[in-house]
C-alpha cells in the first residue's frame, strides 16, 4: 500500500506535471537522476477547465530532465531544438513531424513591466496538431559573463548536475566561484490567454551559463486558438521581486489526422470499480497518437479508485510508449474520459486496453480491443 505521505506527494508532482511509470523512482530522488521541474508561479496560474486528475503511464516527455554532459560543462551545441528534448525523453519524431515544425517565429512583445530585463527571450521552433502544441523558447542573458542563469524552483542548495552542469557540488557554490550573480527564469501561458490549456509541462536545457532552453508543452484541441500569449519572468535568488514580459505569437496547425473507434470484447464494466467504459476512440496525426476513453463512473469526482488506463499489444506483454495525457476530464452528469498519448504507430487491428489504479498500482483489468471498420 501506498503510504498516505507518498500519495501527497505524487499528487502535488501531478499539479505540475504527468509522468509515466518507468520515470516513478526519477519522481521519488529526483536529486539523484537529475530532474529539474517547475511550473510558472503564482502569477500566472492556469485556468482549469475542467478537473484532471493524474495518470501515471501517460508521459515520458513531461517530465523536465537537465542532461548531464560527462565531457564538459555544457554541451557543445547551442541549438537545442524541438527535436532534442523528443530525443531527450525517449521519443523520436517521425520524418513528416519533422516537417511541421515551424522556424524564425516572429513575436510581439506587448508590455514589459521593467525596462531592465536582463534577459531575452525568442521563440526559436514550434510544433502544433491536434492534440499538442511544443514551443522551444530560448533565454539568453543580456550581459555574457554576469549571470547563471537557472528554472525557475531552484535552489542555491541543490546539486550542481541538477541544472546539467556536470561536477561536485551546489548551484550556489557553482555561482559563487565563477562570480556569478543567479537569475530564476520561468514563462508561461497568459492566465487570460485564448491559448491556455489544461495543462502544461516544462522541460529545460542549460546551453551555457547564461543561456538556457525551455520546451514547453501542453495539451489541445482542434477547437484551440493559435494566438499564443507568454508570459517571461525572471526574478534574482532570495528576491520576491519579479521582472515580467509578455509577448504573443501565432502558431500554425497543419497537420492532417485519422481517426478509428475500438470496441470492448465482452463486459465494459471495470472490475473492482463502479466505472463502465462507453468508447475507445484512437486519433492519430504526424506528431503522435492519441488513445480517449470515455465511461461512466459514480466514484469518478473522488480518488476512491484512482481509475487510469494505459495501452498494450493485443498480447498485453508490451505497453505502448507514453508521451502525454490529461488525466481525468469531467464531462458532466458522471461521464468522464482520459486522454492518453503515445508515439506514432500503425493502428492495429487488435490491442488491449489495461485498467489500473494509479497510486496503488494493483490491476483492474484488460479488456481486448478490435478496430471497427468505418
Not at 530585463?117 to 499538442?132: W, Y
Not at 495543462?199 to 514547453?216: E, F, H, Q, R, W
Not at 497543419?254 to 470499480?273: D, H
Request: proline letters at 3%.
Amino acid at each position: 500500500m501506498m503510504s498516505d505521505t507518498n500519495r501527497d506527494y505524487y499528487k502535488r508532482m501531478y499539479d505540475k506535471i504527468h509522468a509515466s511509470e518507468e520515470l516513478q523512482e526519477r519522481l521519488i530522488n529526483m536529486k539523484k537522476n537529475n530532474v529539474t521541474q517547475y511550473q510558472f508561479g503564482q502569477e500566472t496560474k492556469q485556468v482549469q477547465k475542467k478537473a484532471a486528475r493524474p495518470v501515471w503511464k501517460v508521459a515520458a516527455a513531461a517530465v523536465a530532465l537537465s542532461v548531464i554532459i560527462p565531457t564538459g560543462v555544457y554541451a557543445a551545441s547551442h541549438y537545442f531544438g524541438i527535436s532534442d528534448f523528443f530525443l531527450q525523453s525517449g521519443h523520436k519524431l517521425t520524418a513528416d513531424a519533422d516537417k511541421l515544425i515551424e522556424k524564425d517565429i516572429p513575436q510581439t512583445t506587448e508590455k514589459d513591466t521593467s525596462e531592465n530585463m536582463p534577459v531575452t527571450f525568442t521563440v526559436q521552433e514550434a510544433l502544433c496538431d491536434r492534440g499538442s502544441v511544443s514551443i522551444v523558447i530560448e533565454a539568453k542573458a543580456k550581459e555574457s559573463g554576469k549571470y547563471l542563469l537557472v528554472p525557475g524552483d531552484a535552489l542555491e542548495t541543490d546539486p550542481l548536475e541538477n541544472i546539467g552542469v556536470a561536477g561536485q557540488g551546489t548551484i550556489g557554490e557553482y555561482a559563487e566561484k565563477k562570480n556569478l550573480e543567479i537569475l530564476h527564469v520561468s514563462t508561461g501561458f497568459q492566465a487570460d490567454s485564448p491559448f491556455c490549456p489544461d495543462g502544461c509541462s516544462y522541460t529545460t536545457k542549460a546551453l551555457n551559463d547564461d543561456t538556457m532552453s525551455i520546451c514547453v508543452t501542453a495539451d489541445r484541441t482542434k477547437d484551440t486558438a493559435l494566438n499564443a500569449v507568454m508570459i517571461y519572468a525572471v526574478r534574482g535568488t532570495g528576491s520576491d521581486d519579479v521582472i515580467q514580459s509578455t509577448a504573443s505569437f501565432e502558431l500554425q496547425d497543419r497537420s492532417s489526422s485519422e481517426v478509428v473507434q475500438y470496441a470492448v470484447s465482452g463486459s465494459m464494466e471495470v472490475p473492482g470499480t463502479q466505472a463502465v467504459i462507453t468508447k475507445v476512440a484512437v486519433e492519430k496525426t504526424e506528431v503522435s497518437t492519441y488513445v480517449t476513453v470515455y465511461y461512466t463512473d459514480p466514484q469518478g469526482d473522488t480518488d476512491e479508485n484512482g481509475l487510469a488506463f494505459r495501452m498494450k499489444d493485443k498480447t498485453g506483454e508490451n505497453i505502448w510508449n507514453g508521451k502525454g495525457g490529461s488525466g481525468v476530464v469531467s464531462l458532466g452528469n458522471g461521464s468522464y474520459s482520459q486522454r492518453m498519448v503515445y508515439d506514432v504507430l500503425d493502428f492495429p487491428e487488435e490491442c488491449t486496453l489495461e485498467a489500473f489504479n494509479c497510486w496503488e498500482k494493483n490491476i483492474y483489468g484488460q479488456f481486448e480491443l478490435t478496430r471497427i471498420e468505418s
